[in-house]
């Protein structure tokens, strides 16, 4: 799938359905996880923290994390954005601050 001249969107929760068009919507960590094996990673991914049971996005992300670094920054498109529109004030904040971190350090290295 080539996306190089449009923005790719996924939504990632358990339960609630997105109030505008993403063009993949997934609700486990390891469905996130296989999209991005078999396809690539999206521009722009909106997260919700709790999946169900003992299931968080925090999973995904932290897997999406290491690939990255696993691959010389070539995982997390340079132009990726993201959202949190969980419920939970914690999880949020803890997807925010991995990803926040992360993009930051591999920007400052150079490494997209």
């Not at 190089?4 to 390891?30: A, C, E, G, H, W």
Request: hydrophobic share 35%.
């Amino acid at each position: 799938m080539n996306t190089t001249n449009r923005l790719f969107k996924m939504y990632i929760d358990d339960i609630r359905n997105p109030r505008t068009y993403f063009d993949r919507v997934v609700r486990t960590s390891q469905e996130a996880i296989d999209f991005v094996r078999l396809n690539f990673c999206p521009n722009y991914i909106s997260f919700d923290h709790d999946l169900g049971e003992d299931d968080t996005s925090m999973i995904f992300i932290l897997w999406l994390i290491q690939e990255d670094m696993n691959n010389d920054g070539e995982i997390i498109p340079n132009d990726f954005t993201y959202n949190v529109h969980s419920a939970n004030p914690i999880g949020k904040a803890n997807i925010e601050g991995y990803l926040k971190s992360y993009l930051t350090q591999r920007t400052q290295k150079g490494n997209k």
